[in-house]
């Protein structure tokens, strides 16, 4: 556990100071996502992953509450990101054509993935 957390902060402040994100922003974002959460659990490009999935989710939150504005969304609770990654990762070894013709990137296909996975019941 303190070696996730370690990760957490080293992935944390990578992406804060612009070193990490050049890995995710290169020509085929969701595929660079999708081997950086499938690299193991131990490694720094795990706890990267798991940073832009839980900054993703918290940005969505934030835009909820900040605009009062309900979204399509409905992450349950204390949904943790590793209960996520597996959805998330069957999806893109699914459409893998995401990584190039998506014009949103990451951003677009997580929303997807959510949509999809997370809807909001009426």
């Known amino acids: 556990m ?6 957490l902060t080293v992935a944390s402040v990578l992406m804060l100071s612009g070193c990490a994100t ?3 922003a290169q020509e085929k974002p969701v595929g660079n996502l ?3 959460c499938q690299s193991g ?3 720094p490009a795990f706890a990267l992953c798991q940073v832009y999935i839980a900054g993703f989710v ?3 939150f934030a835009d909820r509450m900040m605009n009062k ?3 399509p969304i409905c992450i349950p609770a204390h949904t943790a990101i590793k209960k996520m990654l ?5 999806f893109m070894r699914l459409r893998p054509e995401l990584s190039t013709s998506d014009p949103d990137g990451i951003s677009g296909m997580l ?3 959510f949509l999809h996975n997370y809807p909001c019941l009426k």
């Open 86 to 90: 597996p959805v998330i990762l069957e």
């Open 2 to 7: 303190a070696s996730i957390q370690a990760g």
């Open 58 to 60: 918290n940005g969505m």
């Open 111 to 113: 929303a997807a993935i």
């Open 22 to 24: 050049p890995a995710l």
């Open 34 to 36: 999708y081997v950086a």
């Open 69 to 71: 504005r309900n979204t």
């Open 41 to 43: 659990e131990e490694t």
